[in-house]
């Protein structure tokens, strides 16, 4: 496996695998790798000869009170176990590549409203900073394929419609939610969770699967949706949102819709103690 964390390398190791006719999958990551991450390397090994991973804490997607500083960075367990998993390269870039004229100063990709909703509602920058850093990261490893976690569902939409709006020749997969035995969502920040806070945050997976058998059953959105907020908060749980949307574009959804077979999606963030956490459920009314 090669490590660098200099574009040039980068570019000339790419060059010579397109000239011996590889092509490239890309798993973009922020390192403190889990299964999760693991099964993304896994679906880029099956759709493309070579596997590049990158590793780089990104700050512009960072509002100035969240964890910049104390994210967990485990690069020499990161990059074992990107070995393990015959990953091809792993670009580690320092910010000064990233952001040559610094982070607040850089030119800056914003994929309009859909940044804005829901999860954009609460982390007003953050699709920003990660359509920016992922555009970069794309110029620099020039893919075929882009492999990201569908936990990060609304993250997934806005990088699709990115490619789409600037006409980017990448093909954008998404691999599935990998989760703990009792059902927690694998997530980086997992980590923070301990005692009581990690035991109880198994119940944001409970809540949102008892409001897919409550939409099943015929109860509306909106009722469903407060059942599910008031056993989160039963477990301890400070709930941002939870909500109930198609999987296109994440609009609302009428009774109509949910009649018709229009694919659903409930999407829900909430803090375990001082720890944030994001998942989701899709499914269709049968
Ligand atoms: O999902 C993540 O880990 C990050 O948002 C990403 C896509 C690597 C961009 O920094």
Redesign the pocket.
């Known amino acids: 496996m090669i490590t660098c964390n200099s574009v040039e390398q980068l570019r000339s190791q790419i060059k010579a695998w397109r000239e011996a006719g590889d092509t490239i999958a890309f798993v ?3 390192g403190n790798l889990h299964a999760g991450h693991l099964s993304l390397i896994d679906i880029a090994k099956q759709n493309a000869t070579r596997v590049v991973a990158s590793i ?1 804490v ?1 700050p512009l ?1 960072f509002s100035p009170d969240e964890d910049f500083e104390s994210y967990p960075r485990t690069l020499d367990e990161d990059l074992k176990k990107l070995e393990q998993r015959d990953t091809d390269l792993v670009f580690t870039p320092e910010s000064s590549i990233i952001y040559p004229h610094g982070e607040q100063r850089s030119s800056y990709v914003d994929v309009p409203e859909l940044s804005k909703i829901i999860e954009g509602e609460y982390r007003t920058d953050f699709f920003k900073g ?1 359509a920016t ?2 555009l970069k990261l794309f110029n620099m490893v020039q893919p075929d394929v882009a492999v ?2 569908e936990k ?1 569902y609304q ?1 997934l939409l806005v990088i699709r419609q990115m490619v789409e709006d600037l006409n980017l020749a990448i093909e954008i997969i998404g691999g599935e939610t990998k989760r703990e035995a009792d059902g927690l969502a694998m997530s980086s920040r997992n980590n923070y969770l301990t005692g009581t806070d990690r035991e109880n945050s198994c119940f944001l997976s409970v809540a949102l699967l008892q409001l897919k058998t409550q939409i099943e059953q015929g109860i509306s959105a909106e009722a469903a949706e407060d059942n599910c907020v008031e056993t989160l908060e039963k477990y301890g749980f400070d709930v941002d949102y939870v909500t109930l949307r198609e999987t296109k574009g994440l609009d609302n959804v009428s009774k109509d819709d949910i009649a018709n077979g229009v694919e659903l999606i409930v999407l829900a963030a909430a803090k375990m103690g001082k720890t944030r956490l994001i998942d989701n459920v899709r499914f269709v009314v049968v």
């Open positions: 973009p990551t922020m780089y990104n997607q990660v850093v992922v990201f976690g990060d993250q």
